[in-house]
């Protein structure tokens, strides 16, 4: 591994610790997004903002979502959140498919920042105290989500 690679790998923390890190960062981002003022540096933290929630998502659907499923016998809030990344997907492959000085460009960003808002107020009040309160490791959790958030990084 280059020293690069490890550079941009981050220490394990717990599973729920970790995902709260990354809505901070996507909405920190969001944030910046918002007041900037050149259109570059719009386009810069778009494309930064699609590959965090990008990552964010395939960590969340392979490894966080499964576990929790299985330790409450979930057949609600599961999927309820995949089929909102599916559509979070779709916003991003538009975003990353429109140029920077389309019309709809920029409202498809401030859409995806209201739609994400919307997933983590679910997710972090509803999903993570539940599955907190199961028996999930979340520290063995977060080891497992650490190591597949560093291939990602270092794949994107």
């Known amino acids: 591994?280059?020293?690069?690679?490890?550079?941009?790998?981050?220490?394990?923390?717990?599973?729920?610790?970790?995902?709260?890190?990354?809505?901070?960062?996507?909405?920190?981002?969001?944030?910046?997004?918002?007041?900037?003022?050149?259109?570059?540096?719009?386009?810069t933290l778009a494309e930064q903002i699609c590959k965090?929630?990008?990552i964010h998502a395939q960590v969340e659907e392979e490894i966080f979502y499964p576990a929790v499923k299985e330790a409450l016998k979930d057949k609600q809030l599961?999927?309820?959140?995949?089929?909102?990344?599916?559509t979070l997907k779709n916003l991003i492959a538009e975003i990353?498919?429109?140029?920077?000085?389309?019309?709809?460009?920029?409202?498809?960003?401030?859409?995806l920042g209201e739609y994400v808002k919307h997933h983590v107020k679910e997710e972090q009040n509803e999903m993570f105290p539940k599955a907190k309160a199961s028996d999930l490791d979340m520290d063995e959790l977060g080891v497992m989500m650490q190591e597949r958030k560093n291939e990602l990084m270092s794949e994107a």
Request: negative net charge; charged residues 40%.
């Open 96 to 111: 990353e498919a429109a140029k920077d000085d389309e019309e709809m460009w920029e409202a498809r960003v401030k859409v």
């Open 78 to 86: 599961v999927p309820e959140a995949q089929v909102e990344h599916a």
């Open 1 to 43: 591994m280059t020293t690069a690679a490890k550079k941009n790998e981050t220490k394990p923390q717990p599973a729920i610790a970790m995902l709260k890190a990354d809505h901070k960062l996507v909405d920190e981002l969001f944030e910046q997004f918002e007041s900037a003022k050149s259109s570059e540096t719009k386009k």
């Open 52 to 54: 965090e929630l990008t």
